[in-house]
Structures are given as C-alpha cells and as structure tokens.
Nanobody, 115 residues
Framework: QVQLVESGGGLVQPGGSLRLSCAAS????????MGWYRQAPGKQRELVAT???????NYADSVKGRFTISRDNAKKTVYLQMNTLKPEDTAVYYC?????????WGQGTQVTVSS
C-alpha cells in the first residue's frame, strides 16, 4: 500500500491560486491512477480530478478550466494547480492512489477560500 502526504493548502482570497502537492512512497507510483478528492463540511467526499498512468486526465465539471492535475513520476508526486478559486472550493482536499481496485488515501490538506 502506498503512503501519501499532501501539502500546499491554506487560506486564499477568491480569485486566487494554490498548488497542492501529494508525495507518494513506494516503487510503483508510475502505475497508479492518481486523484484529488475534496470534502466540504456537511457534504460527501467528491471527485475533483484524476490522472492515469498514461497521463489521461478527468475533471469534475465544477473545476474544469480552473484546475489542472499533473504528475511527476520521477519525483513520485502529483499536483493540483487551482486557479480562480471560489468560496465553494473550500474543503479538505485528499490525494488518492488507485491500482488494481486497491486505493490509498492521504491525510488531507485544508483549502479555505475567503476574503
């Protein structure tokens, strides 16, 4: 099972940007489908974006055109560049690693968008 550590969260004003990072352990990183999910208070965890081992990406409609997911296999790290942030993007963001129906989660990083 891979261990994941997120970083990069914080407080940002509406319209601002943040970049989240998720560092993974283990030697199989390049084989994993990596994803970012988020959970706002009182809501269910939801998909934000995923990137496959081949680099194909998928985004929630609510973040398309504003967020970009990317990965650096040499650094075993996946990123989430978040631009034009809105108050409704406020949530705990979680990194996920999926391989052969087995997934692992990070501890989460808080993103707060507020003036």
């Amino acid at each position: 099972q891979v261990q994941l550590v997120e970083s990069g969260g914080g407080l940002v004003q509406p319209g601002g940007s943040l970049r989240l990072s998720c560092a993974a352990s283990g030697s199989l990183f390049r084989a994993y489908t990596m994803g970012w999910y988020r959970q706002a208070p009182g809501k269910q965890r939801e998909l934000v974006a995923t990137i496959t081992s081949g680099g194909s990406t998928n985004y929630a409609d609510s973040v398309k055109g504003r967020f970009t997911i990317s990965r650096d296999n040499a650094k075993k790290t996946v990123y989430l560049q978040m631009n034009t942030l809105k108050p409704e993007d406020t949530a705990v963001y979680y990194c996920n690693a999926l391989l052969q129906s087995k997934d692992s989660w990070g501890q989460g990083t808080q993103v707060t968008v507020s003036s």
